[in-house]
T-cell receptor, first 115, second 112 residues
Framework: AQKVTQTQTSISVVEKTTVTMDCVYE???????LFWYKQTASGEIVFLIR??????ENATVGHYSLNFQKPKSSIGLIITATQIEDSAVYFC????????????FGKGTSLTVIP | EAAVTQSPRNKVAVTGGKVTLSCNQT?????MYWYRQDTGHGLRLIHY???????EKGDIPDGYKASRPSQENFSLILELATPSQTSVYFC???????????FGAGTRLSVL
């Protein structure tokens, strides 16, 4: 069974607008970690932002923020004031913890920011 | 800055041949991972390691072996390569202080 599901295959938005990418996860652990990674056109994969399951406040880094809805097992990525260089594939990931070392990834959402 | 280096960056292999993909990290991370990326599948875990001398099977280990001879190096071995193993392979190391992964640039493998 898929532990991390991203249902949006691709999204297009106009530059300077806000976009939300969806992700739902499945776990029985009470403690877990959720991540978003970005893969650029060159193939490079970089870490963007993390949400710890025990934290109620949504994580924010720069113009990236998360919408963590624990009862719905959902972790959305919100990008505000989108820029052309935000065009990339975004992966949602989960690590169950504290003893587990595996990261489970979703299939990714391709974002295109249009001038 | 965390550094994970993969070699080769591109490889063409013949069916039935042996392929070794190498990964080196200079971050002194205990955990290292091998993922493959295919269209429609995202990133899937092949093998991982907790430290030198250890290897563990991930979600799709069939047809692959792994070797972790040192803290810095983690190899993925295809003893008998098949066309279905044509993919892009990513190595990553884990920093538990920051609780995240650092990825290499990827290796594009074509098995003909």
């Amino acid at each position: 069974a898929q532990k991390v599901t991203q249902t949006q295959t691709s999204i297009s938005v106009v530059e300077k607008t806000t976009v939300t990418m969806d992700c739902v996860y499945e776990t029985r652990d009470s403690s877990y970690f959720l991540f978003w990674y970005k893969q650029t056109a060159s193939g490079e994969i970089v870490f963007l932002i993390r949400q710890d399951s025990y934290k109620k406040e949504n994580a924010t880094v720069g113009h990236y923020s998360l919408n963590f809805q624990k009862p719905k097992s959902s972790i959305g990525l919100i990008i505000t004031a989108t820029q052309i260089e935000d065009s990339a594939v975004y992966f949602c990931a989960m690590r169950e913890g504290p003893g587990y070392q595996n990261f489970y990834f979703g299939k990714g959402t391709s974002l295109t920011v249009i001038p | 800055e965390a550094a994970v280096t993969q070699s080769p960056r591109n490889k063409v292999a013949v069916t039935g041949g042996k392929v070794t993909l190498s990964c080196n990290q200079t971050n002194n991370h205990n955990n290292m991972y091998w993922y493959r990326q295919d269209t429609g599948h995202g990133l899937r875990l092949i093998h991982y390691s907790y430290g030198a001398g250890s290897t563990e099977k991930g979600d799709i280990p069939d047809g692959y072996k792994a070797s972790r001879p040192s803290q810095e190096n983690f190899s993925l071995i295809l003893e008998l390569a098949t066309p279905s193993q044509t993919s892009v392979y990513f190595c990553a190391s884990g920093d538990w202080g920051k609780n995240t992964l650092y990825f290499g640039a990827g290796t594009r493998l074509s098995v003909l």
